[in-house]
């Protein structure tokens, strides 16, 4: 079964860089575009963008580029959120999810929460 | 970009129907059919609920349905039941190429 498995929780301090895994199993990694969602405490869904994981190309929101960074290991079928200069506006939920279709997320990770603080 | 409007709670008495509506513009919701609804428990990943409008992934109920008018779509619930009590989410794909998400509707279960 189609699984996609995040890693956990972060607790960092303001400046500091962070990197979120999603392994994906039970389905070939290449053959689905890999989003990445972002949930605000107690606040909706706001999609930042995606990866095509046959290129590795990715495509980012207005707002999501610059310190935001997606990136795959193929061979481990795993793709990567990393976050640089963190801000406590960054805490938050983060979220993997497969792309099935446009704009449908079939499968999703079980999230990441992020917190920034000092 | 502009996320979708959804309202902020709906509720229902167990058996009812309720109806969740996501309004968006011509270059979203009412441009394309690729408008998806998601169900999202407390601490939860969202689960697709409805997909391309209308179509329903397997496993889930089929009292769940979706349509969509103009720049409007629509959720209802039939037969609403306790463990219907979560956060939806609608969602669209747009003329920018991207997927915006609605505001979010908690519906709560009388």
């Known amino acids: 079964q189609v699984q996609l498995v995040q890693s956990g929780s972060e607790l960092k301090k303001p400046g500091a860089s962070v990197k979120v895994s999603c392994k994906a199993s039970g389905y070939t990694f290449t053959s689905k575009a890999m989003n990445w969602v972002r949930q605000a405490p107690g606040q909706g869904l706001e999609w930042m963008g995606w990866?095509?994981?046959?290129?590795?190309?990715?495509t980012y929101v207005q707002g999501f580029a610059g310190r935001f960074v997606f990136s795959l290991d193929t061979s481990v079928s795993t793709a990567y959120l990393q976050i640089s200069s963190l801000e406590a506006e960054d805490t938050a939920v983060y979220y993997c999810?497969?792309?099935?279709?446009?704009?449908?997320?079939?499968?999703w990770g079980q999230g990441t929460l992020v917190t920034v603080s000092s | 970009q502009s996320a979708l409007t959804q309202p902020a709670s709906v509720s229902g008495s167990p058996g009812q129907s309720i109806t969740i509506s996501c309004t968006g513009t011509g270059s979203d919701v009412g441009g394309y059919n690729y408008v998806s609804w998601y169900q999202q428990h407390p601490g939860k990943a969202p689960k697709l609920m409805i997909y391309?409008?209308?179509n329903r992934p397997s496993g889930v109920s089929n009292r769940f349905s979706g349509s969509k008018s103009g720049n409007t779509a629509s959720l209802t619930i039939s037969g609403l039941q306790a463990e219907d009590e979560a956060d939806y989410f609608c969602?669209?794909?747009?003329?920018?190429?991207?997927?915006?998400f609605g505001t979010g509707t908690k519906v709560t279960v009388l």
């Open positions: 969602s669209s794909y747009t003329s920018r190429r991207s997927t915006a």
């Open positions: 999810a497969r792309d099935v279709a446009l704009a449908v997320f079939d499968y």
């Open positions: 391309d409008v209308t």
């Open positions: 990866i095509n994981t046959n290129t590795g190309n990715p």
